[in-house]
Structures are given as C-alpha cells and as structure tokens.
C-alpha cells in the first residue's frame, strides 16, 4: 500500500497505546489533586458547618468552647485587609506605571528594579514578618503591633504581585491607542491618565484582588509581628491591636482540647468562614475579568 | 515657540503665506476619473521644507537625502517600495519619532519656517497641530462621542463639544451613518467607518496638516474609494500628506509626489530609503525624470 493511496485507517497500534497512556496518567493526576482537596473540604465541613452561626461570627474569644467566636478575628482581618488594599493600590500602580511607560529599559537601574520586583514576589512571607517587625513595629517606625502595621506589612508582601499584575495590565493596552493618543496632542500624562488606565483598570482591579486573596490567608509575618491571639474587643482606628482569622484559626488548633473544651470544630469553622470570603472575592476577580475585559 | 504656532488655527489659514516659496501651481490636476480641471493660478505656500532629512533608528540612516516640500491646500503622496522609509519620515514631520528610543533626525524639517526639532519645540504643541491617521484603525474604547471629543477635551477646548463632535463627523462624511449611536461603542463600527472615525477624531482639534500613514491599506475597495473622495473634499481645507503602498491611489488624489527608492547596504543587508524624485504627480506618473521612477510606476519593479 502506497503511502498516498491506500485507505487511511488507524495509527498503529503501539502509537494509540502510548496516546491512552498519557491520557490516564494526566487524568490520575488531575483526580489526585482534585480529590485531596474535596477530602480536606469535606473534613472541614464535617467538622466547622455545625459551628458556623450568627453566634460564632459575633461573639469573641473566650476559654470556654461553646462560647468562644471569631468576632474580633473577622474585624481585625477586615480593617488590616482595608489598610493593605489602600497602601498596594496607588503604590504598586503607579510602579507599574513607571515601569510600563516612563522607564528607560536600557538604563541598568530599571532592569535592576524589574528583576527585584520579580524576585521579591517569591520570598517568603516569613522574611517579610521580619522584615515588618524590625522596621514597622519596632525599630524607625515603631508602630507597635497595630493594624496599620499588619496592614502594611501584608501589603508589603503582596505588593509584587499586585506590581506584576498592573504591568501586565498596562502592556495588554496596543501601542496604537497611546499614539493615537499623543498624535491628537494630548501630553504623556493625559494619555496614560485618560486612555491607558481606565483600558487596563479591569486587569488591575484582578490583580489587586488576587494580592488581597493571598495576603488574606498570611500568617506567619502576623504572627512574627506580634498580632494578638486572644483579644476581646474589635480594632477601633489605625492604631488599634488587632487579631485575624488565620491567627485565630492558628491559635484554636494548637490549643489543647478535650471533650469539654472542644476548639478542633471553631477552627473548622473559622476556615470555612474565611474559605467562603476568598471564593467570593475570586469570584468577583473573575466576574471583573469577563465583565470589562477589552477585546483589542 | 514662534508667534505663528501660537495663534489660533482659523487665522493662521487667513494668513497671507508668509512661508511661500512662490513656485507656481501648474494649473491642472488629476481629479478621480482622470479629467483635468483648470484651477487658478496662486503663489504656493509651503507648509512643510524639508531639507537634507536624515533619520535613524541607531548607528545607520533608516531614511536619507529627503528633500521636498509640502504645499498648502495640496495632498502630497510619498510612495515607494516596502522599506524605504516613507512610514518613516511621515513620523517626522509630528514628531512621532520622538517616542522611538534612539530615533534621531539630522537635517531640516520647516513648518511655516520653523524648525521643528528645535530645542525650545515642544512635541505636544507640534501634534496640535499636525494631525495623523494610521496605518490600522486604531479608534479608543469609548463610544464614538468620546472619541472625537477626546481631543478637544484634552486640549482644554470643552466649550460647544456637541457642534465640535457634529462638525468632524459632517466632515468625514460619517455623521450620518452614526447620528443615532453616537453613544455606542467605536470597536462596534466597520473597518472603513473606524478609519473615518479616526480622521473625524483628527479633524475635532482643526489641525492644519493631516498625515496619513497608509490609511487605506486594512480597508476594502468601497471604504477605500471613501477615504480618498474625502481627501479630495478635506484638502479645500487641510493639507495632506499620504504614505501610501497604492500608486493607483497616489495618482488617483495626490497634487505631488515623492518617490522614494531602498538601496541595500553590500556589507550587512542595512536598508536606507531616499528619495529619487519629487514632482508633480502628472509629471511623476506620465513623464519621470529618474529612470527608478519609470520602473517602478510602470509596474516593472516592486
């Protein structure tokens, strides 16, 4: 039979067996993964669904079991997100802003500064714990162990992402708008103010929201700043001491239980709370996305 | 910047041409079907002087040897084999080069006699006046009000947007076709409509030059046809200057024409336009005196 000429019929058989192969093997590996996490899902609601009620989300800590509750976490992780959120948004876009339209890629500085930012987004988070207790809560700073400080401190560490995020935001808008632009007369400023910010504010905007999602979940440079673990009142201003949900969680898990002072189910609880406040700010990333999204 | 630049735009045409070089008009002039048309005769004022123009883009010249000038009330047509540097120099005369890092232009380029590139020229005042259209469409995304008021909004003049808005539309012959959906999306317009909707947009800020940097090259036949019975209308006002690929088009609308030639460096591949012969077109296209020229408007060389 002619390579050409003759009917076209399988491939051999070797070939669809390595084809089937691979499929399972990138199937078994998609079921693992999908299938630990609805393990620990399910273990979480088992365990926290019971628990979470009105009464939970409104009453504070409290050495008894059945009457402890998240309150003061939820509002202390309310008030250091709203501190974090205003200090990446003008910082990281004006950043990516300068990276994106003013800097000179050739200048060694700006590659520099670049590399770092790229860098910067995979440290971890610990060292920005440090980083917060050295210089924000003690040290020049010497905030204490405030929201303003835990705010800063996780903006601090999302700022990367948030920076990336932005740049990529901006360079998604053509070079022909900025020209278009700027061949009408408009200054530099005006065009970037008037064309290209509100063409890659949904970008930003999911960005933001991503960096919000991860800073809400940090623990460790909280702890390592000295967040409280047990307070009985909600932060006030700025310079309030606060706790958050990941902290409580922390704290509920790693005390002793027994049969009467259960925390093991506030914990669960507590983490389907702040698993159902990332799903829905996820979502409104998403819904942003799709919603604004300009198609060049 | 000089006196001339600053006043307003309507005046300046009313101007006697105080940049005239007084070379006559040579009376007669292609129209669309081919006819000539007596046209009085009236010293030329030149718009743009070009002098010994050299841009590079790095260590070599992209474009070189550039000598023309650019009449009043004139479409002057740049054509060329592909990378010659028609685009290129077009992008001189507002200074869009200015944007290109390491792009830098030797030589003179006049406009009412001053130079552009001179120190104390700021390129935004220069694109106030000096209008462009691109190669692609490129509207913003903003409805098709937003986008012509762009413009006069970013230069400050907010007073009577509605008329300003309707009067460039009027212009580009497209206010008709949109009058009802001035609120919807540009990006929803056709090809053709998005190329009228972005000269309208250069229109709204009364330039007195229009560059047009192939404007027909993404459009199909019909928009094309369009685009340059515009052109013949715009430049009782304007004066255009056209890189276009089309030698049909050039002769079609243009009054002169530039032919520009590529020469491909021995040593490193390096390509350098120039331009070959300046004209007017009738000239350019019937009798050229360079035999480059004859090549390629014959159709014997690409």
């Given at each position: 039979m002619s390579a050409h000429g003759g009917a076209i019929g399988k491939a051999p058989a070797s070939q669809?067996?390595?084809?089937?192969?691979?499929?399972?093997?990138?199937?078994?590996?998609?079921?693992?993964?999908?299938?630990?996490?609805?393990?620990?899902?399910?273990?979480?609601?088992?365990?926290?669904?019971?628990h979470l009620t009105?009464?939970?989300?409104?009453?504070?800590?409290?050495?008894?079991?059945?009457?402890?509750?998240?309150?003061?976490?939820?509002?202390?992780?309310?008030?250091?997100?709203?501190?974090?959120?205003?200090?990446?948004?003008?910082?990281?876009?004006?950043?990516?802003?300068?990276?994106?339209?003013?800097?000179?890629?050739?200048?060694?500085?700006?590659?520099l500064i670049e590399v770092n930012i790229q860098n910067l987004a995979s440290v971890p988070s610990i060292v920005y714990g440090i980083l917060g207790l050295a210089f924000l809560v003690r040290g020049p700073l010497s905030l204490g162990p405030v929201v303003l400080a835990g705010g800063l401190c996780l903006g601090l560490l999302v700022l990367?992402?948030?920076?990336?995020?932005?740049?990529?935001?901006?360079?998604?808008?053509?070079?022909?708008?900025?020209?278009?632009?700027?061949a009408l007369g408009a200054t530099q400023w005006q065009t970037i103010r008037r064309q290209v910010l509100p063409a890659s504010i949904p970008g930003i905007a999911t960005g933001v929201i991503l960096a919000l999602s991860r800073a809400i979940g940090e623990t460790a440079p909280l702890i390592v700043i000295g967040a409280a673990t047990v307070i009985a009142f909600n932060?006030?201003?700025?310079?309030?001491?606060?706790?958050?949900?990941?902290?409580?969680?922390?704290?509920?898990?790693?005390?002793?239980?027994?049969?009467?002072?259960?925390?093991?189910?506030?914990?669960?609880?507590?983490?389907?709370?702040?698993?159902?406040?990332?799903?829905?700010?996820?979502?409104?990333?998403?819904?942003?996305?799709?919603?604004y999204e300009q198609k060049w | 910047m000089a006196e001339h630049v600053t006043e307003p735009e309507d005046k300046q045409r009313e101007a006697a041409?105080?940049?005239?070089?007084?070379?006559?008009?040579?009376?007669?002039?292609?129209?669309?079907?081919?006819?000539?048309?007596?046209?009085?005769?009236?010293?030329?004022?030149a718009i743009f002087q070009l002098e010994k123009v050299v841009v590079s883009y790095g260590p070599k010249p992209a474009v070189r040897d550039v000598t023309f000038d650019v009449g009043r009330n004139e479409i002057t047509a740049l054509i060329g084999p592909s990378g010659c540097g028609k685009s290129t120099l077009i992008r001189c005369l507002n200074r869009m080069n200015d944007l290109i890092p390491g792009a830098r232009v030797e030589g003179r380029v006049l406009y009412h006699g001053e130079d552009l590139y001179a120190p104390n020229v700021d390129a935004v005042e220069v694109r106030k006046r000096i209008g462009m259209v691109f190669q692609k469409p490129n509207p913003f995304p903003k409805s098709i009000y937003d986008n012509i008021a762009f413009?006069?909004?970013?230069?400050?003049?907010?007073?009577?947007?509605?008329?300003?808005?309707?009067?460039?539309?009027?212009?580009?012959?497209?206010?008709?076709?949109?009058?009802?959906?001035?609120?919807?999306?540009?990006?929803?317009?056709?090809?053709?409509?998005?190329?009228?909707?972005?000269?309208?947009?250069?229109?709204?800020?009364?330039p007195d030059v229009i560059l047009m940097d192939e404007p027909c090259s993404a459009l199909d036949p019909i928009s094309t046809g369009k685009i340059?019975?515009?052109?013949?209308?715009?430049?009782?006002?304007?004066?255009?200057?056209?890189?276009?690929?089309n030698m049909q088009q050039a002769a079609r609308v243009s009054d002169k024409t530039a032919f520009f030639t590529v020469e491909l460096a021995s040593d490193d591949d390096h390509r350098t336009g120039r331009v070959v012969e300046f004209d007017d077109t009738e000239k350019i296209f019937t009798n050229p005196a360079d035999s480059r020229t004859e090549a390629y408007v014959t159709g014997k060389v690409g």
């Open positions: 669809r067996a390595k084809d089937t192969g691979f499929r399972l093997t990138m199937l078994a590996c998609l079921g693992l993964s999908v299938g630990l996490l609805a393990l620990l899902l399910y273990d979480v609601v088992k365990d926290g669904a019971s009105m009464d939970f989300l409104t009453s504070f800590g409290s050495i008894s079991a059945d009457k402890a509750g998240a309150e003061a976490a939820i509002w202390g992780t309310i008030w250091i997100m709203v501190v974090c959120a205003a200090f990446i948004v003008p910082v990281g876009v004006a950043t990516a802003i300068y990276l994106e339209e003013y800097a000179d890629h050739s200048r060694w500085w700006n590659r990367p992402v948030v920076i990336i995020a932005s740049r990529e935001a901006i360079r998604a808008v053509p070079p022909s708008i900025r020209e278009g632009s700027l932060p006030e201003g700025l310079d309030s001491r606060f706790t958050a949900l990941p902290i409580q969680i922390f704290d509920w898990i790693s005390r002793a239980s027994n049969d009467v002072n259960n925390y093991k189910p506030l914990a669960a609880a507590a983490i389907l709370f702040l698993m159902i406040l990332l799903l829905l700010m996820n979502s409104v990333a998403i819904w942003l996305r799709n919603r | 041409p105080a940049g005239g070089v007084g070379i006559p008009d040579q009376g007669a002039r292609f129209s669309r079907d081919g006819e000539t048309e007596a046209e009085p005769r009236r010293p030329r004022e413009g006069p909004r970013v230069l400050g003049r907010k007073q009577n947007l509605d008329e300003t808005v309707e009067r460039a539309l009027t212009q580009a012959a497209l206010w008709d076709e949109v009058k009802d959906r001035l609120k919807t999306n540009a990006f929803g317009m056709s090809g053709g409509q998005q190329q009228r909707l972005c000269i309208a947009r250069c229109l709204a800020v009364n340059e019975d515009l052109m013949m209308e715009l430049k009782r006002e304007y004066s255009i200057v056209i890189v276009t690929h």
